[in-house]
């Protein structure tokens, strides 16, 4: 299994498993804008920062050499942690 997943239903998306979140999180890729990613499925490394918002939930990290460095920002229980990134559970 993979760290960092295609999108099903949108091939420019890349999904991985935010475990402060228990979900998925998604980024796109946009060169135009600086973005890059090191296009390992294994060990990722994606740049600038990844950022989900929705009411009541933030989840601001980045993604450096295969783990997941949550900003201090974030309202989950990892912020300002660095863990491991997982595989998506087998049922994604």
């Given amino acids: 299994m ?27 890729i946009r060169p135009d804008r600086g973005w890059t990613w090191n296009f390992n499925f294994e060990i990722p490394s994606v740049s600038p920062s990844v950022l989900l918002t929705r009411p009541n939930v933030r989840s601001h990290l980045f993604i450096k050499n295969g783990k997941i460095h949550y900003l201090s920002d974030c309202t989950h229980k990892l912020a300002g942690q660095i863990v491991n990134m997982v595989d998506f559970p087998e049922d994604w």
């Fill in 2 to 28: 993979a760290k960092i997943k295609i999108h099903p239903n949108d091939p420019t998306m890349f999904m991985f498993w935010d475990i402060g979140l228990n979900e998925p999180n998604a980024f796109y």
